[in-house]
Every structure is written in C-alpha cells, then in structure tokens.
T-cell receptor
C-alpha cells in the first residue's frame, strides 16, 4: 500500500494528557498537510510542510499544538494538555508540489481523538 | 468566517436521479475548485476539479459547473447510484498554494 498512512487510528485519552499522531506521506510527495475534522463539518486546515519546512499555520493551531516533519519524511502532530474540545478526526494529506502538480491532496484515513 | 458555503447539508435522491450540490465562495483570489468525496471511516478523496478559465468540466457521470461572476460552482451527479452515497465537500484554494478551504459537506443518500 503506497497511500498516506496515519497512526494510531484511534486514541482515547483523559483531559490534560499529551497525545502524538504520526503521518507517513506518499514517498515522492514533498508537501504534507494536517487538517482537523469534527462531526458534520468539513476538514479545517491546521498546518502544512514543504519538505521539512513548516510554511503556514492556521490560527486554529494553538500553542498546545506542535507539528514537525524531520528530514522531510514522516510528520508528527502533538497536542499537549488535551481538552475535550480537541476531540476530532485529525487528517493528514500529502501532495507533490512542482512539475506536473495537479493540486490534488491525498488523504489518509485519519486519527480519531477522543478526550474524556 | 466561512469562505466556502455549501448547500444542501443533506440530500436524498432515488437511483437514476440527478444529485446537485451547490457552493459559493467569497475570495476572488481562489483559482482552483476541487470536489472531494468521503466515505465513512475514510479520508476525503479527490473526485473532480475545475479552474476558473472554463465554465464546465465533465468526468463520467460527474460534472462541475462554474460561474465566475456569481462566485458559485456546483456538482452534478447524473444517474445517481447507491454507491455514490457519501459525503461530498467542495473546496477552493488560491494562488497555486493548493491549500484547500473546505465547505461543510453534503451527505448524499441514494436510495435503490
């Protein structure tokens, strides 16, 4: 399978705990995106990387959120001191920016977070 | 501030019917308009996309109609099938950044 993979698929945690999600993009893709999706809503942009550089962050990404993409490969999204409002599906997507870029984002199946 | 407004929120059609989902945008800098399809438990997947230099794009049973002056675009699904039952999101992005802003989605149910 050469699609975008996310781990874990489900995470249940208690309020105040830290959680980390991992995303492995399609190997030749240089762009990686994180979105958040809540029930009945469309995906909301959080941040994106081109290679290892984090180029844009949404205002939704509070100080408790941090994302990294070391060496321009996989990415991690960490949420510190989780709150019940953080409960959502966290989607990762990747794309190839450059020659032949179609603008298509390839999404993973998401990591569902439940904060009790 | 919702930059991409999508309607209806839900849609029920009979097999063989036409499904129509509408979207409107505010930012005139948007220049790429994709539609994504999402099945339960899966991530969104690109269905079809259009750029503002054309007014219509058709791929199989799926057609995007685009009205630049009205800042509106719509998805038409012809001969709707039960397998089309999913949530559909319109989106828009600008300036080659390809960071889509999504609408709230339309839950489509096609009855056999």
């Amino acid at each position: 399978d050469t699609g975008v993979s996310q781990d874990p698929r489900h995470k249940i945690t208690k309020r105040g705990q830290n959680v980390t999600f991992r995303c492995d993009p399609i190997s030749e893709h240089n762009r990686l995106y994180w979105y958040r999706q809540t029930l009945g809503q469309g995906p909301e942009f959080l941040t994106y990387f081109q290679n290892e550089a984090q180029l844009e962050k949404s205002r939704l990404l509070s100080d408790r959120f941090s994302a990294e993409r070391p060496k321009g490969s996989f990415s991690t999204l960490e949420i510190q001191r989780t709150e019940q409002g953080d409960s959502a599906m966290y989607l990762c997507a990747s794309s190839r920016r450059g020659t032949g870029d179609t603008g298509e984002l390839f999404f993973g199946e998401g990591s569902r977070l439940t904060v009790l | 501030q919702q930059q991409v407004k999508q309607s209806p929120q839900s849609l029920i059609v009979q097999k063989g019917g036409i499904s129509i989902i509408n979207c409107a945008y505010e930012n005139t800098a948007f220049d790429y308009f994709p539609w994504y399809q999402q099945f339960p438990g899966k991530g969104p997947a690109l269905l079809i996309a259009i750029r503002p230099d054309v007014s219509e794009k058709k791929e199989g049973r799926f057609t995007i109609s685009f009205n630049k002056s009205a800042k509106q675009f719509s998805l038409h699904i012809m001969d709707s099938q039960p397998g089309d039952s999913a949530t559909y999101f319109c989106a828009a992005s600008r300036g080659g950044s390809y960071i889509p802003t999504f609408g709230r989605g339309t839950s489509l149910i096609v009855h056999p």
